[in-house]
């Protein structure tokens, strides 16, 4: 109690100084005024704990103990005089960097009080010219650390060894920094350990240090007592085609292949490619074995550069060519080949690239057997890829080609199930991902989803595991808001906007009071077509302009509810250069100088322009149309300027004449003022729309919620997953 009285004081005295054997001399007194200052200053600094015990300990230590340790130090007969001022000097500064750890979060204060014993003690040693190694050695680091950098050992004869130790205490904490600190510091003793430590958590990144002609990359090269080592520098040293060879590091290791095997093949794109699908279903099946795989990230990586290049790439760039011409490319790969295409080809792959191309050739080439091709690749990402079949409408197809109904059903299921103890959220984002297009295309395999997910909530529940319950609480969540009956309210519960539809008022602008909507143009011949079929589109009978300046113009709605479309002038880059920019910026300006924040944003230009409107997006933005090529690609972009924004995107191509019936659909609806349903809009939108190519690549706000999920889960769980 006493103790705890005395943290309540607010002001702190030294007293303990002033007499008998602890008086200090007159040349020493200032050095005592300085760390009674400190003193005052630390205990201002240390804002407390949760924990009491902590909280006294670490005040009785910036108080009473700093002062027992002042008079240790002034009635200690067999130091001299400049060493007690050494000592007084290192225990101001102990402090001081006391204050500056805390402050930037870098020290516990509940290791204060050994701190201070730690000190008293290396204190003792270097006063009797004694080595305080050992001490700093077991020691913690943040301990061991202030030692160091109080500067009151700087002299002992144990001092180097001493900053090896915490050197050492500091890379087992922080392996990242291993070979930096490193090459900054030839002299540590402990090297070789080092760099073998590293090879096996960060093998590319020892790769890439080995690979330099430098001191440091001829060290890497002379360990040689590890076989992973050694591999990494061989690899590094031996060929410009080493980042070649890294997937296959495991292997090569285990003498599975040989560098010679991988230059057979490293030339020609089909052979390396499989060779690299080889390797990854190898892996698998080792992990599954309970092998830990070193070089997967960098197999990974290059399997999906692989994959787009030439590959994806190649049947895209082609999409205008006869299938046979285009998917050429395609025959030379195996069932589990164009699975792994698929698989990496998630955000880069066109509609009709998958559809026509890789699906129904990995089917073909398994038989048309879909549950033996996911069992040849030993289950591999298969969510990932039931998710991709959901979103490209050929999930029915695939369950199809599953002879026993049971069978298939148990493949959902495990689409579903587990998700808790997935790495990660993708595995989440998929579920979710998915769920609107087979709402939409197979509603009695969505009604099986949706009670999966509930009866995995309840397990998760059952067995109290945060994670579970906060994943699929907020998936079956999620899906029940499609049915706008259940009056799900993803606002309240996960802080994230409603995903199946946008209320009215919500798109009311606060200050104008109407609905505001920005439409960006841009320099070129497309963007002049773009400006003139907008025009065109705002018939008189609803419509009129309302303003126009130089650089914009406004329309507003004449009947109905009030909107006001403002857009950018058309100007022609190549004749006035930087007049697109002059006229987004002086419409900027109007809008800023009325406190107006657009709640629906549409990009018409070519994808380079895209990153442009992006920058200039406002939080308030609910609406986005990114009516240009990969737009797609971009969402994550948009949701960092608009968090809450609904995003429409094309996977591939934009086009005017899909462009132009959603803009037609949705000036309506705000016109009306209707409600935003996105999945009868979109049927709408499609039926406007017509046949036109390309339409199956733009994707809908509501089949885009994996943004949403991971916002959701971080808010309930507190953390960045």
Request: include cysteine; aromatic fraction near 10%; glycine fraction near 6%.
């Amino acid at each position: 109690m006493v103790g705890l009285n005395s943290f309540s004081q607010t002001s702190y005295t030294q007293t303990s100084l002033t007499t008998g054997n602890c008086k200090p001399p007159f040349n020493r007194q200032r050095w005592h005024d300085v760390i009674d200052t400190d003193q005052r200053n630390a205990l201002k600094s240390f804002q407390g704990s949760n924990n009491e015990e902590v909280k006294y300990h670490v005040t009785q230590t910036i108080t009473k103990r700093i002062d027992d340790l002042q008079c240790t130090i002034e009635k200690d007969s067999l130091t001299r005089d400049q060493p007690k001022i050494g000592y007084l000097r290192g225990l101001d500064d102990l402090l001081k960097k006391f204050q500056t750890l805390y402050r930037n979060r870098q020290f516990n204060p509940s290791n204060l009080p050994t701190a201070l014993n730690t000190y008293e003690q290396c204190m003792m040693r270097d006063s009797r010219n004694r080595s305080i190694e050992d001490i700093i050695d077991r020691s913690s680091y943040e301990v061991a650390n202030l030692m160091i950098e109080c500067g009151a050992f700087r002299n002992n004869i144990g001092i180097r060894a001493s900053r090896n130790a915490v050197w050492r205490k500091y890379l087992d904490l922080h392996p990242e920094q291993i070979l930096i600190t490193l090459k900054k510091h030839p002299e540590l003793p402990f090297r070789d350990s080092m760099i073998k430590v590293v090879a096996y958590k960060y093998p590319k990144r020892l790769y890439d240090y080995a690979a330099a002609r430098d001191w440091f990359g001829d060290a890497i090269l002379n360990v040689r007592d590890d076989s992973l080592v050694m591999t990494i520098a061989r690899m590094a040293r031996g060929s410009k085609s080493g980042q070649l060879y890294f997937p296959f590091l495991d292997n090569i290791i285990a003498g599975k292949i040989g560098l010679p095997d991988i230059d057979q093949v490293k030339a020609d794109d089909a052979k390396y490619y499989r060779l690299l699908v080889q390797t990854r279903m190898d892996y698998v099946n080792r992990t599954l074995n309970g092998d830990k795989i070193i070089s997967m990230e960098e197999l990974d990586n290059m399997l999906k550069r692989k994959a787009i290049d030439p590959f994806i790439r190649t049947i895209n760039e082609l999409h205008e060519k006869p299938d046979p011409v285009r998917f050429a490319i395609l025959e030379q790969l195996n069932a589990q080949d164009l699975y792994y295409i698929a698989i990496h080809g998630e955000t880069e792959l066109y509609t009709s690239s998958f559809v026509k191309g890789v699906f129904p050739r990995m089917m073909a080439k398994y038989g048309n057997r879909g549950d033996s091709l996911l069992a040849s690749v030993r289950f591999d990402r298969f969510k990932k890829f039931i998710k991709m079949c959901a979103g490209y409408n050929t999930l029915s197809q695939f369950l199809a080609s599953v002879p026993d109904h049971d069978r298939a059903q148990l493949l959902m299921t495990a689409f579903v199930n587990n998700l808790e103890k997935s790495k990660g959220l993708e595995d989440g984002v998929d579920v979710a991902d998915s769920y609107a297009s087979i709402f939409e295309t197979l509603k009695p395999v969505a009604s099986d989803m949706l009670s999966n997910v509930k009866q995995n909530l309840d397990r998760n529940i059952k067995e109290n595991n945060k994670r579970g319950i906060v994943m699929y609480n907020l998936l079956y969540k999620l899906f029940l808001s499609v049915d706008s009956t259940k009056n799900i309210d993803l606002t309240r519960e996960f802080g994230i906007p409603p995903v199946y539809n946008i209320n009215y008022e919500s798109l009311v602008d606060d200050s104008a009071h109407k609905v505001v909507m920005q439409v960006f143009f841009y320099g070129d011949d497309d963007g002049k077509m773009s400006y003139n079929g907008f025009i065109g589109q705002l018939p008189a009978t609803n419509w009129k302009r309302i303003e126009e300046t130089k650089y914009w113009l406004a329309y507003a709605s004449t009947k109905g509810q009030p909107v006001v479309i403002y857009a950018n002038k058309w100007f022609d880059d190549e004749k006035q250069e930087g007049a697109i920019e002059r006229a987004q910026g002086a419409l900027r300006e109007n809008l800023e100088q009325k406190s107006i924040q657009p709640t629906i944003i549409v990009h018409r230009g070519h994808s380079y322009w895209v990153s442009s409107t992006i920058e200039q997006i406002q939080p308030a933005a609910k609406i986005v149309l990114l009516g240009s090529c990969g737009g797609y690609n971009v969402i994550h972009n948009v949701l960092q300027h608009a968090p809450d924004a609904h995003i429409i995107a094309s996977k591939q191509t934009g086009k005017k004449d899909i462009n132009q019936p959603f803009m037609n659909i949705l000036n309506e609806k705000l016109r009306t003022g209707s409600n935003v349903d996105w999945i009868p809009l979109w049927k709408e939108f499609k039926a406007k729309a017509g046949n036109v190519e390309g339409f199956d690549d733009y994707v809908p706000p509501y089949k885009n919620l994996g943004a949403l999920f991971i916002k959701a889960y971080n808010s309930s769980m507190g953390t960045n997953d």
